[in-house]
T-cell receptor, first 113, second 114 residues
Framework: KNQVEQSPQSLIILEGKNCTLQ??????????LRWYKQDTGRGPVSLTI?????NTKSNGRYTATLDADTKQSSLHITASQLSDSASYIC????????????FGTGTRLTVIP | DAGITQSPRHKVTETGTPVTLRCHQT?????MYWYRQDPGHGLRLIHY???????DKGEVSDGYSVSRSKTEDFLLTLESATSSQTSVYFC?????????????FGAGTRLSVL
């Protein structure tokens, strides 16, 4: 069964600290993996997209890693800011099929001063 | 929100009434999607469109219909709303198919069915 699981469900960190969010998937055949940021009351916004051959991709203070062998990805946030408070959603794409995106339920990050 | 406008942003309706949600894009993207987002679930695809008058069902299409008469507009209709359709609905667009193309999301419509 194709699934995407994220951990932790929620996380609270102090402003300025780093954190890492995890995504494990069983989706196969794999095409790509995406991380989205969703602010409260808004739609998700793409942070990164990685294909099978990419191990790391950065977007400012956000760095995503992908291990396609173990089917794991992580999103590392450096020097967190209050504006990083949001839900972070991992999405995995199948190579084939019409409805081929699988969404995780997200990690809710709260950054406190 | 990437040139995507959803309307209304909030709606409260009663069980059994018809409801239509609208998604309007200014990006001229070929693909448009309707998702619902509920606590404890990832975003779930309701219907999508790959061109004018070309639509297909998603994972949770029962009780929903869609229409796309123009490239820029994608309508989602609940023919007879039920309480289980209380949710936040997101429209998304992409240049190409969802497998290889980033989706851009609207701000969402919060629907409450009483």
């Amino acid at each position: 069964k194709n699934q995407v699981e994220q951990s932790p469900q929620s996380l609270i960190i102090l402003e300025g600290k780093n954190c890492t969010l995890q995504c494990n998937y069983t989706v196969s055949p794999f095409s790509n993996l995406r991380w989205y940021k969703q602010d409260t009351g808004r739609g998700p916004v793409s942070l990164t997209i990685m294909t099978f051959s990419e191990n790391t991709k950065s977007n400012g203070r956000y760095t995503a890693t992908l291990d396609a062998d173990t089917k794991q990805s992580s999103l590392h946030i450096t020097a967190s800011q209050l504006s990083d408070s949001a839900s972070y959603i991992c999405v995995v794409s199948l190579q084939t099929g019409a409805n081929n995106l699988f969404f995780g339920t997200g990690t809710r990050l709260t950054v406190i001063p | 929100d990437a040139g995507i406008t959803q309307s209304p942003r909030h709606k409260v309706t009663e069980t059994g009434t018809p409801v239509t949600l609208r998604c309007h894009q200014t990006e001229n993207h070929r693909y448009m999607y309707w998702y619902r987002q509920d606590p404890g679930h990832g975003l779930r695809l309701i219907h999508y469109s790959y061109g004018v008058k070309d639509t297909d069902k998603g994972e949770v299409s029962d009780g929903y219909s869609v229409s796309r008469s123009k490239t820029e507009d994608f309508l989602l209709t609940l023919e007879s709303a039920t309480s289980s359709q209380t949710s936040v609905y997101f429209c998304a667009i992409s240049e190409g198919g969802m497998a290889k193309n980033i989706q851009y999301f609207g701000a969402g419509t919060r629907l409450s069915v009483l």
